[in-house]
C-alpha cells in the first residue's frame, strides 16, 4: 500500500464554482454533473475497502483536469502512486469534491481510487450516505465514472482494527501483506475485476431539485494539507519482550534495553535499512520529542508473516496511572488510563517482496511503540518514517518582551493549533477529532494574529450554520454523527460570526451567516420568562471543566435560571447588534440590543449581592465564580468591574480553568488588570517543565494533552498585552492600547487582511507600524512593569 509521491505534477485547484451546475436547461437536470457514482459489485457490510482502476492513453503531454470524490473517503492514484486524499469532511447536503490539474506525458497510464467505508466505525466527524466513487474529467468524458470502462473490487488484505481507547476517531488500519493485490492501482495484479456497479448521476447542491437522496456536491475551499517527513525522534527502548503485541502491562525499563540495537533502531530513522532476524520479538520505544499528528510509513522487505505494531501515545503512565513528567520513560507503561489492551494504532503483516505499508488516517501523540515479530524468515526494514499532516497554518507572527517566557507560551500555542487544525479545527487531535463550536471560537481567534489564511475560519462558520435544528440552534460539533447540542456553543457561534466581520472583514460572506445568527439568538429569546431572565434551554449547558461542577454546567445550568448564561447571552447579543450595524440593518441592530439590555437588566436585579459585591451563580445566591462576573462584565453589567476583582480574592468562588480563561482575561483586559492575566499564565509557564510539547485540556489530571482552547494566550499577547483591537470591520480601523503589566517592554508583529501590523511598547512610548489600509484611531501610553 504505497503512500509515495507520485512524480507526475499535480496542482489542488480550489473552484468558485460547479464546473457542471446549471449547464442543462430544465429545471430537474440543472444540476447534475456527466458523471455517476460507480460502486463495486456485492459489496460487503462496512467495513471495507475498495478500489477503482481505469487505464487510458494520452496521446500527447497534457493537462487533466480532474474533479473526484467518494463516500466515504479516497485516496487517488496515477501509475500506481497517490496523487490525492479526500474529499474534506461535510455532510451529506454539502459533499466535497476536489479539483485536481494533472500533468501527463504521452503514453498508457492507469487512474485509481481507493475508497473506504467504515459504517458504524467509521470516526465520529465522518458522516456518510452510501459508499460510492465519483470522477469527472474535464473535456474527456470517456474518462468519468459510469462512462468510462472502470474496474472494481474489493482490496483483499486491508481490513481493519477495533476502536480501542481513542473514542471518536474511527477504526485503525490492518493491512496484511501476505494478501494484499500489490500492484492493484497499475493493472500488475492478479485479482479478480469486475465491470464498476453505474448508480446514479452526481448532483450538484446548487439547483439541485426533484432528486432521491444523494450526496449533494460543493467545491472545496481548503488547500491541500501541509504534508512533509518528520525529522527527529529518539529511540529510547529496544527491548525483547513475550510476543503477540501486548506490552500494556510490561514497565519500560533502561535495564531491559539491548544497547548493541539501539543504534541501529536510531539508524532507521536517518533511513539506515535495519534486518530483524527470524523468530525475534522486539519491542522499540521511539520518542518523538515533539507533539505529531502524521502517517506511520514503514517499507518492509520480505519476512513473509512478520507482524508490527506501531501504537501512539501522548504520555506514558506510572504504575498509580498519572501522567507526571512527560519527558520521564523509566518504569512507566505504554497504556492509556483504562489499560485497554490493543492502544491506538496500526498492525501490519508483511507480505513477499518490498513494500511500504502505512495506515488510511493519520495518528498523533508524541511516544511511538513499535513491536516486531518475524515468522520463519529474516525481515528488513528499509525505513520506517512519519509523514506529518496538518492544516498549512503557518506562523506569521512574532512576540518577543521582558518576560522570554512568553515568547515559550507562543510557540507552544502554534504547535497546539496546528496539531489541532487538519480538514476541520480540532478539539484535540489524539481522542475525539471533533470541530465543537466553543474550541472553534478561540482557535480562529488565534490564527486571525497569525495566518493570512481564513479558509479553516470560513469552513467552520459554514458547518455550524448548516447544523442548525429546527429551534435555530447549532450543534455543538459539526460534522458529527451523534447528535449534541449545547446551546452556549451555539451563542458562541454567533460569537465568532462577529470575530470574522471585526477580524477578516468580508461583509458579503458574513451577511449570508446572519440569518442563523438571528435564529440562535431567537432560540435563546423564546427561552426568556416574563423577567426577562433566560430559563436553561434542552441540552448540555457546558461552560468550563470546574471542578464541582456537574459535566462542566454552572449551577442551575441544566434546569434553572444561571448567572453564567443569562449574562453570556446579554454579551453575544450585543456583539451581533453591532454586526447588523455594520451590515447597514438598524432594525435588526435596535432589536438585538434591546434583548442585550433587557437580558442584562433582568440579571442584574436577579443576581447582583451588594452583601458580597458580586454577581451570583444562581438565585439563592449559594454559588459564586469567576465565569458568571467576568461575563457580566463583558456584558456591561452595572457593577462588574468591582465584581470580577471580587471574585478573584473570594476563596470559594469557583476558578476558570484552561478554556475559560479566554474569557476572564477579557474581562481583566477591559479593567486594566493585566498583572493579574499575567499571574493566571502559571499554568501555561509551568508546561515545558511537566514535559510538555502542546497546551493541556485542563489542569492535571488532563485527558488531553493537546487541547486547541489552551492556545487562547496568543490572542492576548496581542490583542490584550499588546492592545490591538479592530475598531471597524475587518481592522480598517483599529485601536493600539498597550497594557503591559508586569512588563517592561513588549513588541510583534501581528498578521491583518491588510499587511503586518507592529507594535512596541515601553516605558518610552509606543511606536505602531500600520500597513496600507488601516486607520489607527487612537494610542494610548503602556503602563509599564518592572519585569
Known amino acids: 500500500m504505497s503512500a509515495m509521491v507520485s512524480p507526475v505534477a499535480v496542482r489542488r485547484v480550489l473552484l468558485e464554482s460547479d464546473p457542471y451546475a446549471g449547464r442543462e436547461g430544465g429545471w430537474p437536470d440543472r444540476s447534475r454533473w456527466p458523471a455517476r457514482w460507480v460502486h463495486v459489485p456485492n459489496a460487503p457490510a462496512a467495513p471495507f475497502v475498495a478500489g477503482y482502476r481505469l487505464a487510458f492513453q494520452v496521446e500527447r503531454p497534457t493537462t487533466l483536469r480532474l474533479h473526484v470524490s467518494a463516500d466515504e473517503r479516497y485516496e487517488l492514484l496515477l501509475d500506481g502512486e497517490r496523487i490525492g486524499r479526500g474529499p474534506d469532511r461535510g455532510d451529506p447536503d454539502h459533499w466535497t469534491f476536489i479539483s485536481y490539474d494533472v500533468d501527463l506525458p504521452a503514453g498508457e497510464h492507469w487512474i485509481a481510487g481507493r475508497v473506504w467505508s467504515l459504517g458504524a466505525g467509521a470516526p465520529i466527524a465522518q458522516l456518510t450516505l452510501a459508499h460510492g466513487f465519483l470522477l469527472a474529467a474535464e473535456a474527456r468524458s470517456e474518462l468519468d465514472t459510469g462512462t468510462g470502462a472502470w474496474e472494481a473490487a474489493v482490496l483483499p488484505g486491508l481490513g481493519f482494527l477495533p476502536l480501542g481507547v481513542a473514542w471518536g476517531c474511527g477504526l485503525k488500519t490492518d493491512l496484511d501483506g501476505t494478501a494484499f493485490p500489490w500492484g492493484w492501482a497499475e493493472g500488475t495484479d492478479d485479482l479478480a475485476w469486475s465491470p464498476a456497479t453505474v448508480g446514479d448521476r452526481a448532483s450538484s447542491r446548487w439547483f439541485a431539485n426533484d432528486i432521491p ?76 520529542e515533539e507533539y505529531v499528528c502524521g502517517y506511520p510509513e514503514l517499507r518492509l522487505r520480505d519476512g513473509r508473516g512478520s507482524v508490527l505494531r506501531v501504537r501512539w501515545l501522548e504520555s506514558l503512565l506510572d504504575a498509580e496511572g498519572r501522567k507526571g513528567n512527560r519527558d520521564e520513560t523509566e518504569g512507566r507503561f505504554f497504556r492509556t488510563a483504562d489499560h485497554v489492551e490493543t492502544g491506538v494504532g496500526d498492525r501490519f503483516t508483511a507480505g513477499d517482496g518490498d513494500h511500504t505499508y502505512s495506515s488510511l488516517w493519520w495518528e498523533a501523540g508524541r511516544f511511538v511503540e513499535i ?19 496538518r492544516y498549512p497554518y503557518e506562523d ?36 475525539e477529532q471533533l470541530q465543537y463550536a466553543g474550541d472553534t ?30 429551534r435555530g440552534l447549532t450543534r455543538s460539533r459539526y460534522p458529527s454523527r451523534v447528535r449534541q447540542t449545547i446551546p452556549p456553543f451555539s451563542l458562541w457561534w454567533a460569537a465568532m460570526v462577529h470575530d470574522f466581520a471585526a477580524w477578516q472583514g468580508d461583509l458579503g460572506f458574513v451577511e449570508n451567516l446572519m440569518p442563523g445568527v ?3 439568538l431567537d432560540a435563546h429569546r423564546a427561552a426568556l420568562d416574563e423577567d426577562g431572565l433566560l430559563h436553561s434551554l434542552d441540552g448540555w449547558n457546558f461552560t468550563d471543566w470546574v471542578a464541582g461542577w456537574k459535566s462542566g454546567s454552572p449551577p442551575e445550568g441544566d434546569w434553572g435560571v444561571s448567572g453564567v448564561l443569562n449574562f453570556q447571552l446579554a454579551h453575544v447579543a450585543a456583539l451581533a447588534a453591532k454586526v ?108 515545558r517543565e511537566q514535559g510538555l510539547r502542546t497546551v493541556v485540556e485542563q489542569p492535571e489530571p488532563t485527558r488531553s494533552d493537546c487541547h486547541a482552547w489552551g492556545a487562547h494566550p496568543i490572542f492576548h499577547l496581542f490583542a490584550t498585552v499588546l492592545g490591538v483591537r479592530p475598531a471597524a470591520p475587518g481592522m ?31 516605558g518610552v512610548g509606543v511606536t505602531v507600524d500600520l500597513p496600507e489600509g488601516i486607520v489607527q484611531r487612537s494610542t494610548l501610553s503602556a503602563t509599564v512593569g518592572t519585569s
Not at 226 to 232: N, Y
Not at 377 to 387: D, Q
Not at 449 to 461: H, P, T
Not at 602 to 627: K, L, N, V
Request: proline content about 5%; glycine content about 6%; charged content about 25%.
Open 213 to 288: 437522496p444523494a450526496q449533494l456536491l460543493v467545491p472545496a475551499i481548503l488547500p491541500e494539507q501541509w504534508s512533509a517527513p518528520f525529522d527527529g525522534g529518539r529511540v529510547r527502548l529496544v527491548a525483547d519482550y513475550p510476543g503477540g503485541g501486548r506490552t500494556h502491562d510490561l514497565p519500560v525499563r533502561e535495564a531491559d534495553s539491548i544497547a548493541a540495537e539501539t543504534g541501529q533502531w536510531q539508524a532507521l530513522l536517518s533511513g539506515q535499512p535495519l534486518r530483524v532476524p527470524a523468530h525475534t520479538r522486539r519491542r522499540v520505544l521511539i520518542d518523538l
Open 518 to 520: 438571528r435564529a440562535v
Open 732 to 762: 480598517a480601523e483599529v485601536t493600539v492600547n498597550p497594557q503591559l503589566g508586569g512588563l517592561r517592554w513588549a513588541e510583534g508583529t501581528l498578521r491583518t487582511p491588510h499587511g503586518p501590523l507592529r507594535v512596541r511598547a515601553d
Open 396 to 431: 506569521a507572527s512574532a512576540f518577543s518582551s521582558s518576560d522570554p517566557r512568553l515568547a515559550d507560551i507562543h510557540q507552544l500555542g502554534v504547535r497546539t493549533l496546528q496539531m489541532c487544525s487538519h480538514e476541520t479545527t480540532m478539539d484535540c487531535p489524539y481522542y
Open 371 to 389: 513491536t516486531v515479530d518475524t515468522a520463519a524468515e529474516e525481515l528488513t526494514v528499509n525505513g520506517f518514517r512519519i509523514v506529518e499532516d
Open 580 to 687: 447588523e450595524g455594520w451590515l447597514g440593518e438598524d432594525e435588526l441592530a435596535i432589536r438585538h440590543q434591546r434583548l442585550a439590555d433587557r437580558v442584562r437588566a433582568a440579571a442584574e436585579r436577579r443576581f447582583w449581592s451588594a452583601e458580597r459585591g458580586m454577581y451570583a451563580d444562581d438565585p439563592a445566591h449559594q454559588h459564586w465564580s469567576e465565569h458568571t462576573n467576568s461575563l457580566a462584565l463583558l456584558a456591561g453589567a452595572e457593577h462588574g468591574s468591582s465584581a470580577l476583582l471580587q471574585a478573584l480574592d473570594t476563596e470559594n468562588a469557583s476558578r476558570a480553568t484552561v478554556y475559560f480563561s479566554h474569557y476572564l482575561f477579557e474581562a481583566l483586559g477591559q479593567i486594566g488588570r493585566v498583572d493579574v492575566l499575567q499571574e493566571r499564565l502559571e499554568l501555561w509557564f509551568g508546561l
Open 441 to 470: 471560537r478561540l482557535q480562529l481567534l488565534v490564527t486571525y494574529q497569525i495566518s493570512d489564511d481564513d479558509r479553516l475560519a470560513r469552513q467552520a462558520l459554514l458547518a455550524f450554520d448548516r447544523s442548525r435544528d429546527t
